[in-house]
């Protein structure tokens, strides 16, 4: 009777697992999309590259493209591989080689200048690097020093408003400034330079009016009224001034101590190494 039993439960245990085996065989082959000889498509993977605002219409072309590209390539490669020499292979095998060996590098010493390199940099730095190097900071792009101011034609106080632009008491343009929301864009520092080409997208002058030294202008037109005082001009080819290219010295001075960092980490590299008995020359 026991002996019984015991076959029983031993047919339904593997009755049981090879039904479950034949479920899970069909499932992963409901998953799949295509095949391209041995390589599968599952459904996993195309989950990403479907929006989730499109149609059901939309869906379906964008898997079959995407079908159809996953096929085009997977051939392409097969037939790549049977047709290529063994030399091509062992190039291209050494191109992979090296680019992952740079990659890897790169990010290495990428990781060491973010850990060690000093940011700091101070005004006289930057002052004595704009000394040294002068001549090769000059202007490819005309500069200005300009207060504009755009209002609407139908503003009150006008007049008012002309009187404290012109004027260059501090405490007028303070005032004006109170004012700025109802105005629709302005400038009012004017001890900044500035390129030319950026002020032309907001002033309807061109760019011979505004080269031109103008204690004051003027123009109306259908969106407003425009004023505009240049107080200073700097043609190109002439010497950038040092307040308008501090961004870029900065960049300069960083990339200068990061060449030189990543020289010193490289020969304290080689020396561990050599003290080490990992490196040798014969």
């Known amino acids: 009777m026991r002996y019984l039993?015991?076959?029983?439960?031993?047919?339904?245990?593997?009755?049981?697992?090879?039904?479950?085996?034949?479920?899970?065989?069909?499932?992963?082959?409901?998953?799949?999309?295509?095949?391209?000889?041995?390589?599968?498509?599952?459904?996993?993977?195309?989950?990403?590259?479907?929006?989730?605002?499109?149609?059901?219409?939309?869906?379906?072309?964008?898997?079959?493209?995407?079908?159809?590209?996953?096929?085009?390539?997977?051939?392409?490669?097969?037939?790549?591989?049977?047709?290529?020499?063994?030399?091509?292979?062992?190039?291209?095998?050494?191109?992979?080689?090296?680019?992952?060996?740079?990659?890897?590098?790169?990010?290495?010493?990428?990781?060491?200048?973010?850990?060690?390199?000093?940011t700091l940099i101070t005004e006289s730095e930057i002052d004595s690097f704009y000394k040294v190097n002068k001549e090769n900071f000059k202007l490819n792009e005309e500069l200005i020093k300009i207060r504009y101011l755009h209002i609407s034609e139908n503003i009150n106080d006008i007049d008012e408003i002309l009187k404290l632009f012109k004027s260059d008491d501090i405490l007028d343009l303070e005032d004006l400034e109170k004012q700025e929301l109802s105005f629709k864009f302005h400038q009012f520092n004017d001890s900044v330079w500035t390129a030319v080409d950026k002020v032309l997208l907001k002033l309807p002058f061109s760019k011979e009016k505004l080269l031109k030294k103008t204690k004051f202008i003027q123009k109306q037109d259908s969106l407003g009224l425009y004023l505009v005082a240049i107080k200073d001009v700097l043609p190109r080819n002439e010497?950038?001034?040092?307040?308008?290219?501090?961004?870029?010295?900065?960049?300069?001075?960083?990339?200068?101590?990061?060449?030189?960092?990543?020289?010193?980490?490289?020969k304290i590299i080689v020396k561990d190494a050599i003290q080490n008995n990992n490196f040798k020359t014969y």
């Open 239 to 266: 010497i950038a001034p040092v307040s308008y290219i501090k961004p870029t010295i900065k960049q300069m001075i960083l990339h200068r101590r990061k060449i030189e960092l990543i020289r010193e980490i490289e």
């Open 5 to 118: 039993l015991a076959i029983l439960i031993f047919l339904i245990l593997f009755t049981s697992c090879d039904i479950f085996t034949l479920q899970e065989k069909e499932n992963v082959k409901s998953d799949i999309i295509a095949i391209v000889n041995t390589e599968k498509l599952f459904k996993d993977d195309i989950k990403s590259i479907i929006p989730s605002n499109v149609t059901k219409q939309d869906s379906i072309i964008i898997v079959k493209s995407y079908v159809k590209d996953w096929a085009v390539q997977r051939l392409l490669l097969d037939k790549a591989k049977n047709n290529s020499s063994l030399e091509v292979v062992n190039e291209i095998d050494e191109l992979v080689k090296d680019y992952k060996e740079s990659l890897l590098i790169n990010s290495y010493k990428e990781e060491l200048v973010k850990q060690r390199l000093d």
